[in-house]
Structures are given as C-alpha cells and as structure tokens.
C-alpha cells in the first residue's frame, strides 16, 4: 500500500492534467471498485468540471464543480492513467497496464471527458475503490474523523506531534508513528528512516522520550517525508509517479531494507532488521541504543 509520499506524488502529477477537463461519461465493470449509484454519477458527476485534487493521509479527493468529489484510494495494485492521444501518464502500481492498450482486463473504471481525453482506474486485485459523494459529507466519514494531523502541515508542530504520540505513551515509538489515528500517512518505510535520524530506537516507549527526542524527531520525520516527495516516492517495487517513473528515494535511504551494509553515520556497524510493532525494523545498533524501562 502506498504512504504518502507516493500518494503526494501522485496528487501532484494529476494536478497538472485534470483540472479544468470536463467529465462526458463513465463506465465501469466491479460494482466494488465504483460503488455508487447511477442517479448520482449521471446528476454529479457526469457534465461536472474537475476543479482540484487532494490529498488526506493515503487518499486522493477529486474535487469536482457539481459540489461533489471523487474519493480514489489505490489500495495495493491500483492505477490511474490519463490518455490523450499519444499523450500518456500513469501512476500507480508498474504493471504493464501503464504503457499498454487501455482498457485492458485491469480496468475498472473509465471516465471520458469532452475533449476525448480518458482517465483509466485499473485495478488487479479489486481493492481500491472510487467512491463520488457530496464534499460537505467528506469530514463526516469515519475514515477522516479518525486520522490523525497531516505531518506536513505548518500547524505540524513538534508540540503537537509530541501531545499526539503521548496517547500512545505504554506502547513503542514505531507503533505510535505506524498508528494512522495518532499521525496520517507514515507508514514502515518513512518511521524507520525518521527514527534513525532522530537515533532512537523503535521499541522505545513513547513514555521514555523526553522533549529534546520529540524536536529531533520531528525534524527527521518532517525531512524525510520532503525527501522522498522530492525523489519521486519511495516505492521502487510496487508504486510509480504521474509519469510512469518509479519512486526513487530508497535508492537514498539510510537504514530501510539496508540491513548487513553499513550505517552511512557509523562506517564499522552495518544495519541489523529486527521486529518492531510486527514489522520489520531497521537500524543502526550503534545509532539507535535501546533504552531500559
């Protein structure tokens, strides 16, 4: 599943495109890949302008001019890919779907606009969904009343990072940083990275970290999130940016599935993989020293 680096990626190739093309028609093939109903698609949707597109935690919202939204999550295998002519651009999950004829037996949803340009929802393993709904009923999902702050906000304070993860004070950091109510969006990849910058070990117990912890862990989450935004994502294996380049930033990283290569601070330790949380953890056993309760 993407985080939200790849999911920011994707935000932003699409923003370049969508907006201002106007929707003519949509078909689709799984009732679960676009649950809603086709009063609603042929009143709100169809003939709608698409005005933005954001992003919250993993999801993308397809802001559209009739005061409705598309609600797209990729889940596992999901893509998006625009056509227009030759004009091709992808994201999601590399499969050959990206670069092939479209629709192809992945697709599992088709959004036409006025100038014959074609948005594709493809799909393999059914999982991801494109969910239309009035904008004003957005924060009243159950999905957006549980996630927590957005780690890229200004309003991102290491305050506020700090009163978050105390709600999880008897459980280790990494569990706290991978709970999607405390923080929205980190998932593995980017609390392993940010717990080696700040050097503290996964199974810390938020309870343990004093505030000079929570300021440097904040700086490194925030960083390395900018980070891997800016090389395109981090998903080298499953993921892809707007134009169909796979994510670079594991090519950067410090700790993450780098275990037996040395840590790029401490030349004569290698990385070590542990289970932190029920995942696999990287780190530094030099850098990152467990503390004792």
Known sequence: MPELPEVETVRRGLSELLPGRVISAETHDNPKSFPNAPADVEQFMNGATIKEIHRRAKVLIIELSSNYVLIVHLKM???????????????GHPSYSLVGELPDKSTRVVITFTDGSKLFFNDQRKFGWMRLMPAVEVPNIDFMQKVGPEPLETSFTWQLMKDRLVRRKNTSIKAALLDQTVIAGVGNIYADESLWGAKIHPATLVRNLTDK?????????????????????????NYVDAEGKRG????????????????????DTKIVKLKVAGRGTHICPKCQVPQKD
């Open 213 to 237: 912890d929570f300021q440097v862990l904040h700086k490194a989450l925030v960083d390395v999130l900018k980070l891997s935004i800016e090389k395109g994502g981090s998903t080298d294996r």
């Open 77 to 91: 295998t999901g893509q998006l890919v625009f056509r227009n002519g030759d004009m091709r651009f992808g994201a």
């Open 248 to 267: 670079s930033y594991l090519t950067f990283a410090n700790v993450f599935r780098r275990e037996g290569q040395t840590c790029p601070r401490h030349p």
